[in-house]
């Protein structure tokens, strides 16, 4: 069986606390995750950013090599991709 993705690993481990995520350059913040599971190898989670009124979705591409983020501002309909996640930490307490 192949193993799970490092990053989706990573987030789902942290789950429910905050984390610190990088996505791209562009985004750096502390998100929470509201669900995050794994089927099979494949991850899928939703959550928010702090000070951000936006929906985040989490899944790993097809070939298991990376966690793509979309995100959902209020008042839109569908999701716009914003990057792939550079780094996971757990956010301080």
């Known amino acids: 069986m192949p193993e799970l993705n490092r990053v989706a690993k990573r987030m789902y481990n942290i789950h429910p606390n905050a984390m610190q995520l990088t996505v791209g350059e562009e985004i750096d913040g502390t998100f929470t ?20 009124d936006a929906i985040y ?9 990376a966690v793509v983020v979309g995100r959902q501002l209020p008042g839109e309909n569908g999701w716009r991709m914003v990057g792939e996640v550079d780094s996971v930490e757990r956010a301080d307490a």
């Open 33 to 52: 995750l509201e669900s995050a599971e794994f089927f099979q190898t494949e991850f899928q989670a939703e959550g928010r950013r702090d000070g951000d």
């Open 57 to 65: 979705r989490f899944a790993t591409t097809e070939d298991n090599d």
